[in-house]
């Protein structure tokens, strides 16, 4: 009997000690996922300083595009017809996939440009 219940409570201890473990285990990757979401919601601004942005020439006027650096630049391209970006029509501004969501001008360009696919027809 005392035997017994000795080993339920050494049983007890430990089951504590493994879910004390697997919260310590799980408080980082929730603390990262918080700020994951609140990067989310709080946007971030892509800034021509960044250096992912530099080194893919994003300007956010697609009209200050240097011909010489960028001789691929064509002057009605830019982020809003891009298929990376997925802001919504008419906005200023919106995310770019290129640049993990952050957020570029709508009249902006970088050398990743690619011009989003034609839209598929209404289907009804
Ligand atoms: S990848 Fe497209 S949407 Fe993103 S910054 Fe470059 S041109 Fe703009």
């Not at 992912?52 to 006027?61: I, M, Q």
Request: glycine share 4%.
């Amino acid at each position: 009997m005392s035997h017994h219940s000795q080993t339920h409570e050494t049983m007890q201890s430990r089951r504590s000690f493994f879910s004390k473990m697997a919260v310590a285990a799980a408080a980082p990757s929730l603390l990262v996922s918080r700020a994951f979401s609140a990067e989310e919601t709080k946007a971030v601004k892509l800034t021509t300083d960044d250096p992912v942005a530099k080194a893919l020439g994003y300007s956010e006027d697609t009209a200050t595009v240097d011909p010489k650096k960028y001789p691929q630049h064509k002057a009605e391209q830019r982020c809003d017809g891009c298929a990376l970006y997925t802001g919504k029509n008419g906005e200023k501004d919106g995310p770019c996939t290129a640049f993990q969501n952050k957020i570029v001008t709508a009249h902006g360009w970088c050398s990743a440009f690619a011009a989003k696919p034609p839209a598929a027809p209404a289907i009804n």
